[in-house]
């Protein structure tokens, strides 16, 4: 991989299970998880992105134990990990955030359970991140996915992740150790 690949997890705006827009919860989980995947596969840096201040000084709390607290001690790995993550309270934020790292605006690719028409497939994406310099952030949604809003400010959607029938809901931290692994690990074809 060349391009530098960030990872957003949206908190807000995401859709609840009757379509309307709300604010979900910080998941401990999903936090050091995503970490803990975002670092095996070389993503430059993890955005935990919500718009509460109460709920942003949670994930504050969980990246500090891990990076500089008692975690931090008890499991080293984990803190190298959580080095990845930033808390910001929204996606402007976030996008901004990578483009001081990396120096240029990212290509921002949404995510989705639902098929979408003239999505990317996981070996176009790849393709792209092999060949391009440019920084690109994969937005992963939580609740019942990213809004249409969010979809607005995507260059490009990623397919889906499918399984074996009709069901379709994986938690986001699994979603994003699939979706790392086929863009970004090399044992896989795309």
């Given amino acids: 991989m060349k391009a530098p690949l960030y990872v957003a997890l949206l908190h807000h705006p ?4 009757t379509g309307r827009v709300v604010t979900t919860s910080i ?3 999903d936090v050091h998880d995503i970490a803990r995947t975002a670092r095996t596969f070389g993503v430059r840096r993890f955005y935990v992105v919500h718009p509460v201040p109460a709920l942003r000084a ?6 500090d134990h891990w990076r500089s607290g008692y975690g931090s001690r008890y499991n080293p790995s984990r803190a ?3 080095a990845l993550a930033e808390v910001e ?5 976030a996008v901004a955030a990578a483009e001081r790292d990396s120096g240029r605006l990212p290509h921002l690719i949404g995510t989705s359970a639902r098929a979408r028409p003239g999505a990317l497939q996981f070996r176009e994406l790849r393709a792209r991140l092999a060949q391009s310099e440019d920084p690109y952030m994969l937005l992963l949604g939580t609740g019942f996915g990213l809004t249409e809003e969010t979809f607005e400010q995507c260059e490009a959607l990623l397919e889906p992740i499918t399984g074996v029938d009709h069901y379709n809901h994986l938690p986001v931290r ?13 044992n896989k074809e795309g």
């Fill in 27 to 29: 998941t401990n989980m």
């Fill in 58 to 63: 949670l994930a504050e709390r969980i990246v």
């Fill in 89 to 93: 309270p929204d996606l402007d934020h």
């Fill in 80 to 82: 190298e990990a959580i």
């Fill in 174 to 186: 699994a979603a994003a150790a699939i979706m790392l692994d086929r863009l970004l690990g090399t």
């Fill in 14 to 17: 995401a859709y609840d299970r």
